[in-house]
């Protein structure tokens, strides 16, 4: 492919001004994060003499579903199948009472 310094082609043009674009976009992306310091904060006018406290975390209850077997209907289960089987996995301490 030969190019004269006047002529480009539309594909190329395409090419050079999407890479630019990329260039630009990434230059732009990075440059806050490249010259801030990891313990700096941007925003100074918020910046507080005392530091934030954390609110305390929050226990969450899990709920069970209507359709789950309790406890007991799952060791009577694991017992009914597990019999004869190996004592590992899903079985490890059903296969005997």
């Known amino acids: 492919m030969q190019r004269d310094g006047h002529h480009t082609t539309a ?15 990434a230059a732009i992306t990075l440059a806050p994060h490249a010259t801030a310091k990891p313990g700096d904060n941007q925003d100074t006018t918020t910046r507080s003499a005392q530091p934030l406290k954390k609110a305390p975390p929050t226990k969450v209850k899990a709920y069970k579903s209507s359709s ?3 406890e007991a209907e799952r060791s009577r289960r694991l017992y009914r199948e597990c019999k004869g089987m190996n004592n ?7 296969t005997r009472k």
Do not use: F, N, P
Request: hydrophobic share 45%; glycine share 12%; proline share 0%.
């Open 11 to 25: 594909a190329g043009l395409i090419t050079k001004t999407v890479l630019l674009a990329c260039t630009a976009l």
């Open 68 to 70: 789950e077997e309790t």
């Open 88 to 94: 590992a996995g899903a079985c490890k301490g059903y």
